[in-house]
């Protein structure tokens, strides 16, 4: 079954360096791959998606690459602040559409 | 004008009583989702809806009944609740399968439910 690897301990970085984080998955050739943020007690939020065919996807301060031959992402956050931290998560969509599968996330902390 | 709202956010309950959490999208979306998460942070996928009709169950016990009166809402009801059942649920929402570019999930702030 698919499977989906997060670095499951947590992040600490100082404001203003650059955060990043990794997502491996293995048994998939996904089309596109997500990133999500998750604040406590509340529900992930969208971030960004990149396509199989797109090495690379920026947003703001977000980057996010692609290596379909690693079967990696890695998720860049410039200029860190500590408004970013919280939780990133990576998701992959099933081939036949309507099961969205979760890496288990890692815990950014950004300090001040 | 929340997007995607559950109710309740809290819910704390005796092991065999039923229960239920409504959930409720306005942003139009055909496809609707129920994602356990359980203490060690991981969301994990057990029903998926597209237009009413259940299209993924995610070999969920058959304690846990999903239902979709109509595109813009998923329930789910769950019967003889146990110990195991203790987690938060989060209901989302996409526009078709979710395999399509423009079709990020959008979630609700979860129910966390509380067995004892």
């Known amino acids: 079954s698919q499977k989906i690897e997060q670095n499951s301990e947590a992040l600490n970085i100082q404001e203003g360096k650059t955060a990043t984080l990794t997502c491996n998955y293995t048994n998939y050739s996904p089309a596109y791959l997500q990133w999500y943020r998750q604040d406590p007690g509340r529900g992930p939020v969208f971030l960004l998606l990149i396509r199989e065919n797109e090495k690379e996807k920026r947003k703001e301060r977000l980057k996010v690459t692609f290596d379909t031959t690693l079967k990696q992402s890695l998720f860049h956050i410039t200029a860190s602040q500590p408004a970013d931290s919280a939780t990133y998560l990576c998701?992959?969509?099933?081939?036949?559409?309507?099961?969205?599968?979760f890496g288990a996330g890692t815990r950014l902390f950004v300090k001040a | 004008d929340t997007a995607v709202s559950q109710t309740p956010k809290y819910l704390v309950t005796q092991m065999g009583n039923d229960k239920s959490i409504k959930c409720e999208q306005n942003?139009?979306?055909?496809?609707m989702y129920w994602y356990k998460q359980d203490s060690k942070k991981f969301l994990k996928i057990m029903f998926s809806?597209?237009?009413?009709?259940?299209?993924i169950n995610e070999t969920v016990p058959n304690r846990f009944s999903p239902k979709s009166p109509d595109k813009a809402h998923l329930n789910l009801h769950i019967n003889s609740l146990e110990l195991g059942d203790s987690a938060v649920y989060f209901c989302?929402?996409?526009?078709?399968?979710?395999?399509?570019?423009?079709?990020?999930?959008?979630f609700g702030n979860g129910t966390r439910l509380t067995v004892t």
């Open positions: 942003l139009g979306h055909d496809t």
């Open positions: 809806y597209n237009n009413k009709e259940l299209i």
């Open positions: 998701a992959l969509d099933y081939t036949g559409g309507f099961k969205t599968i």
């Open positions: 989302a929402s996409s526009q078709g399968s979710g395999a399509s570019y423009n079709s990020p999930l959008h």
